[in-house]
Nanobody, 127 residues
Framework: QLQLVESGGGLVQPGGSLTLSCTAS????????IAWFRQAPGKEREGVSC????????YYTDSVRGRFTISADNAKNTVYLQMNTLKPEDTGVYYC????????????????????WGKGTLVTVSR
């Protein structure tokens, strides 16, 4: 069964950190373009970060650049999103997605077609 499973969400205070995980089963993540998206309550889903296959290049949306880092552990078939200096506006459900298509991460995050999606993990940044 081909699937992505996110974990690591939770409640954190502003300024805190969380690391989200996205583990694939049934396929090798390193062969795919991987992205993290989020959807805040009442808002549309937005792209947060994207990693090209084999990690050759990455992209971050302006609001998280310098605070979030996307990385991978191929042995665990898992991609991570390290989130530091969290803000209340980072609150939302975070989804990972994988695409067979290979391309510029910025372009993929904007208009890419994603073949697999996880079910999401909730991140709440609040006092």
């Amino acid at each position: 069964q081909l699937q992505l499973v996110e974990s690591g969400g939770g409640l954190v205070q502003p300024g805190g950190s969380l690391t989200l995980s996205c583990t694939a089963s049934g396929f090798t993540l390193d062969h795919y373009t991987i992205a993290w998206f989020r959807q805040a309550p009442g808002k549309e889903r937005e792209g947060v970060s994207c990693r090209s296959n084999s990690g050759g290049s990455t992209y971050y949306t302006d609001s998280v650049r310098g605070r979030f880092t996307i990385s991978a552990d191929n042995a665990k078939n898992t991609v991570y999103l390290q989130m530091n200096t969290l803000k209340p506006e980072d609150t939302g459900v975070y989804y990972c997605a994988a695409a067979r298509a290979l391309g510029d991460p910025k372009m993929m995050l904007s208009v890419g077609r994603w073949d697999y999606w996880g079910k999401g993990t909730l991140v709440t940044v609040s006092r």
